[in-house]
């Protein structure tokens, strides 16, 4: 299973196309599209945590694409608190959203590079997310 990482408007690294593809490969039954949430049980807008990440890749000719990452956080506290997009990084529509608005998705490069190293450590190394596919 590959999935299309190189010549993307953000610097996808080759262990993060890894890591997803092992784990694609376990689950995927012939779907032309899959979407992993990524879930930190203990999160809570009251306690913090590790936020939730939603990855969505649609298959091409063979070849998995990423179509979007996003990460969510708890905004308010409280029964005021809503789960909204922190980060939004939309390669089908070349568009990262953060809280702070809209721009071209390359205008995102440097925090890409942080989330996405953050983020496989918290997945690979810390073991924190639980895992659904849909």
């Not at 409280?78 to 205008?107: C, H, M, R, T, W």
């Amino acid at each position: 299973m590959r999935i299309q990482y190189e010549g993307l408007a953000l610097p996808v690294s080759d262990k993060f196309s890894q890591a997803l593809s092992e784990y694609l490969i376990q689950q995927t039954h012939g779907d032309d599209a899959i979407t992993l949430n990524f879930k930190d049980p203990t999160y809570s807008a009251e306690h913090g945590g590790f936020h939730p990440v939603e990855i969505r890749l649609v298959k091409d000719n063979q070849l998995w694409h990423i179509q979007y990452i996003t990460d969510f956080c708890y905004v308010g506290s409280g029964y005021n608190a809503e789960l909204v997009k922190e980060l939004d990084f939309d390669f089908s529509a070349g568009l990262f959203q953060s809280l702070f608005g809209l721009v071209p998705i390359e205008q995102s490069r440097d925090i890409y590079q942080i989330w996405e190293g953050n983020f496989l450590h918290y997945w690979k190394e810390l073991n924190v997310f639980s895992i659904t596919v849909s």
